[in-house]
């Protein structure tokens, strides 16, 4: 330990002087001076440089949140029956908390089996029974493994 | 999530997030100080000592609150997930949330960080051991680690470059925000006080260079983040009061930007005088108090959704 606070002492009192003391004698030279003048400036440059990829950054973060990308049968579309709802999401789901149900025009729950997650957890899939002509309610959470919840509903036609 | 149950997770968000930063800050301060001068050598009259700054206490309330909110966090998760704020539905949900989800396997990892930070500092003392220092660099790691694979960084799976340029910038948030605190609110202050002028500016060139380097770490993994999440969604920023807090914040992080260079161009790149000692104290509380307020805009922005 007192090792340490000898190179501690070594350290402090003479490197640190003399750090400011070259300056002192560089700022003197003219020409010098300016190639430390253009450093700082650099140096402020590069503070700028970093505000602004902070500031990108920070906006980055809070917009990346899992949504979802894309439904089968598509929203406001008319179709056949459908064998199943798929529905693709911007990232990974949580299975036990993601769910699809599907209602139809009076309010009825029309799907037999609950939804599932594929194995990339990024696609949720409930199958269908063979359904009647008529206009179907999808109701969807979508749960994503930073936690955050996401629903949402949209309707289909079938012919 | 309700109101309620959101104020309390953004709160107990911004405590834990403060409490690392803290963390990380008390132990840079430790150890620059160790480097910087012999405090202990100073006068009597204005003697201070590095036990004196009791860091040691203060590493040890942060971690005290670091674990108080990981023991909440199942709870927290349960709520969010469930969208319930109803306690005895999200109470009953905490096995599943613990058995079968990905934030389940990481609450075990970062209960795994936390005992050995706890057990460094229940059993390791105030000595200065290389092996414990980096069992505590180890712990705050994971804990940094935990924090990236639980947020969107890792939609893609682990280990993705994503990932690990998250947890490079948790890392680097740390530092910044940490050496700053501590050094603003703790050490500085009482630095500026002694007849040695030195060992304060060699202790600011030490900061300096350290939060330059973790500004550095910022821009790459700041710069790589908005390349592969930014979707054209900037719009929101001034359309929704959500992206308002977000410009709020974006706005303390540009001043505390500002600070810390005036710090660094107006008193460390300068020689060593009293009134520059008392220049720097004062940005340098500053610049800590800015720093807070990022640290709470930022608690309230991750833990809230930018569409609602």
């Known amino acids: 330990m007192r090792a340490v606070f000898t190179a501690a002492i070594r350290r402090s009192r003479v490197s640190v002087p003399l750090e400011y003391t070259e300056r002192s004698m560089i700022a003197q030279k003219g020409l010098q001076m300016s190639l430390i003048l253009f450093r700082n400036f650099s140096e402020q440059g590069l503070q700028y440089a970093r505000s602004i990829a902070i500031l990108l950054a920070l906006v980055a973060a809070v917009f990346g949140h899992t949504a979802a990308v894309s439904m089968t049968p598509a929203a406001d579309s008319t179709v056949s029956a459908p064998a199943n709802v798929t529905i693709k999401f911007s990232g990974a789901l949580e299975p036990k908390f993601s769910t699809i149900t599907v209602t139809n025009a009076e309010g009825h729950v029309v799907n037999k089996e609950a939804s599932a997650v594929g194995s990339d957890h990024k696609v949720m899939t409930v199958p269908l029974p063979s359904l009647p002509a008529g206009v179907y309610t999808v109701h969807w959470v979508g749960v994503s493994t930073d936690t955050h919840r996401s629903q949402g509903d949209y309707k289909f036609t079938v012919e | ?308």
């Open chain 2, 1 to 308: 999530m309700g109101g309620w149950v959101t104020a309390l997770n953004v709160l107990v968000a911004i405590l834990a997030d403060s409490s690392y930063a803290m963390f990380v800050g008390a132990l840079l301060a430790r150890w620059w100080l160790i480097r910087a001068g012999p405090l202990t050598h100073q006068p009597a009259s204005d003697a201070i000592t590095i036990s004196g700054l009791r860091l040691g206490r203060l590493v040890m309330i942060c971690l005290t609150v670091l674990i108080v909110s990981h023991l909440a966090r199942p709870w927290f998760v349960a709520s969010s997930m469930s969208g319930s704020t109803l306690f005895a539905e999200t109470f009953a949900l905490i096995p599943t949330i613990l058995t079968s989800t990905r934030q389940g396997g990481l609450w075990y990892a970062n209960s795994l960080a936390l005992g050995t930070l706890l057990g460094r500092r229940l059993f390791g003392g105030e000595r200065i051991v290389t092996g414990a220092l980096w069992i505590e660099v180890a712990g705050l790691c994971m804990l940094a680690a935990t924090k990236a694979a639980s947020s969107h960084a890792s939609e893609d799976g682990d280990f993705t470059l994503a990932e690990i340029s998250q947890f490079l910038h948790n890392i680097a948030t740390s530092v910044w925000a940490g050496a700053v605190l501590i050094a603003g609110l703790v050490v500085v202050p009482r630095l500026a006080v002694l007849d040695d002028a030195s060992i304060l500016w060699n202790y600011g060139g030490r900061l300096s260079k350290t939060v330059t380097k973790a500004l550095g770490i910022l821009v790459i993994s700041g710069l790589y983040a908005s390349w592969s999440d930014m979707h054209g969604a900037v719009s929101s920023l001034w359309s929704s009061p959500w992206g308002k807090t977000l410009v709020t914040k974006l706005a303390f992080v540009a001043t505390a930007v500002l600070l810390g260079s005036l710090t660094r161009f107006r008193c460390l790149g300068r020689p060593a005088t009293s009134q520059r000692a008392t220049t720097m104290t004062k940005l340098l509380r500053s610049e800590a108090a800015v720093m807070m307020g990022v640290l709470c805009i930022s608690g309230l922005l991750a833990n809230t959704n930018p569409s609602g």
